[in-house]
């Protein structure tokens, strides 16, 4: 999972701020997935993306989330207006024909 | 509603014994099953994985079975070392690629030596 990259790896904001979380898939890979793992909790998929396209958001929460994966440049998962409850791992992976491969993660702390 | 069911959260066992992690689905169109290994402030790490067309896959000391009628996968790590300590993961997808992927809660395995 070495080759899926996040950044940063720790991220402390402020009630009502905005978050901004980047994922570099694996060389070769054009497919990101989000998934974010809350206290006690497996992961759990938030959106699929290629691209410039946005391929499955159905875990996506409705309002304040959103997910880009621009022609050049990181996957970008922001969350605006911050929220205790938003406090979380938030993991990119970058998918084979099978397995998913894992980032390390941005652990987004709320405060 | 959770389609990946994993039941304890936590397991011990002794160094060089058997550790068996349990794993059990609900949704008949999961076609693809792996597990997962997580250290603390870490991505998971994919470890093994099978296919529906399989009942067992066997890298090492892991080896998964699966048995389908029963909608049940285990991981059995033969022998359990301290260093395979970690959060263990199971997840199930539709395979075919480009899918993505339920997991289960964890397990939390500890080997004391």
């Known amino acids: 999972n070495a080759g899926v990259m996040q950044n940063p790896r720790h991220l402390v904001r402020r009630r009502g701020q905005e978050a901004r979380l980047r994922c570099s898939p694996m060389k070769g890979h054009s497919h990101v997935y989000w998934y974010r793992q809350l206290p006690e909790e497996g992961l759990k998929f938030m959106v699929y993306l290629q691209k410039e396209n946005i391929i499955d958001e159905s875990g996506m929460p409705k309002e304040r989330f959103s997910a880009e994966f621009p022609k050049e440049g990181p996957s970008i998962l922001r969350i605006q207006q911050v929220v205790r409850g938003d406090s979380a791992a938030y993991f990119c992976?970058?998918?084979?024909?099978?397995?998913?491969?894992f980032g390390q993660g941005t652990r987004l702390t709320v405060v | 509603d959770q389609q990946v069911k994993q039941n304890s959260p936590s397991l011990s066992v002794q160094e060089g014994r058997i550790s068996i992690l349990n794993c059990d689905y609900t949704?008949?169109?999961?076609?693809?099953f792996l597990w997962y290994k997580k250290y603390p402030a870490e991505g998971p790490t994919f470890l093994i994985s099978i296919s529906s067309i399989k009942d067992k896959n066997e890298d090492g000391r892991f080896t998964v079975f699966l048995n389908k009628s029963a909608k049940h996968l285990s991981l059995h790590i033969v022998p359990s070392q301290p260093g395979d300590s970690a959060v263990y993961f199971c997840a199930a997808g539709p395979g075919g690629g480009s899918e993505k992927l339920v997991f289960g809660k964890g397990t939390k395995l500890t080997v004391n030596p």
């Open positions: 949704n008949s169109m999961f076609d693809y």
């Open positions: 992976a970058s998918q084979g024909y099978t397995e998913a491969f």
